[in-house]
């Protein structure tokens, strides 16, 4: 093992046993320098793995702070709402409805939706997910109105899945997503709980009942520290 990676593991193994707790600064590089007997050049490399995956943050003036390393698992593969997802969770979970309106669907929503029919409208629907009184995830909703006719703050609040699956007897079958990372939009720093944090991960999701009708597109952004996107593959024999 090279220096630098000695360094990371033993930084690492003092703040996932919470020697070093979340919020407060790591040593000084000069100390760490002095602390492992080691160049300028390979305490920032080990400083620099502490920061990419997500275990500090650089602050100018400051020093390195580190980061809350609790995370929840978030399957990408399954296809599972939110109020499911929460049922799993420790700690306490809320959802905020931002928005909730039927609207003419502009060009781009029209493309997203396959919308054939100049009179269809859409559900469009912005809802922020708490954590643990965190501000976590953004989600956005636009579903097709004339597959989805009725909806409400109530439902949207609750499940949107459980309603039209439960209360429409719509049978859900799959989804297409897409993962990346993205700049922080303005909605995203007005809305979230971001600290220093200037990336969010974005899903976003094409969604089919199981007879192949496309009715939503989701785009749910998501606090980096927060999450651990987990996926289950198994190799097929041929």
């Not at 303005?186 to 009708?213: C, G, H, P, W």
């Amino acid at each position: 093992m090279k220096k630098y990676e000695a360094i990371y593991q033993d930084l690492l193994n003092m703040i996932e046993t919470h020697k070093i707790k979340a919020g407060e600064l790591l040593p000084s590089e000069f100390y760490l320098r002095d602390y492992y007997k080691a160049s300028r050049d390979t305490v920032r490399k080990a400083l620099l793995m502490l920061s990419q995956n997500g275990y500090i943050q650089k602050s100018q003036g400051k020093g390195s702070i580190v980061l809350d390393i609790t995370r929840f698992n978030f399957p990408v593969s399954g296809l599972i709402s939110f109020k499911e997802l929460a049922d799993t969770m420790p700690g306490e979970v809320e959802t905020i409805v931002n928005c909730c309106e039927c609207i003419e669907p502009d060009e781009e929503m029209k493309k997203l939706l396959l919308l054939e029919s100049s009179s269809t409208k859409v559900w469009y629907i912005e809802r922020v997910r708490k954590i643990n009184g965190e501000a976590v995830i953004f989600d956005t909703d636009i579903l097709n109105a004339d597959i989805v006719p009725h909806m409400d703050k109530a439902i949207a609040q609750n499940s949107l899945y459980e309603y039209i699956e439960n209360d429409m007897q719509l049978k859900i079958g799959y989804a297409k997503k897409e993962v990346t990372c993205q700049s922080i939009s303005v909605k995203d720093r007005q809305l979230l709980d971001l600290k220093n944090y200037d990336m969010v991960v974005n899903i976003a999701s094409f969604v089919f009942l199981e007879d192949t009708t496309l009715f939503q597109y989701t785009i749910s952004r998501h606090r980096p520290d927060k999450f651990r996107f987990s996926d289950f593959a198994r190799r097929t024999h041929v």
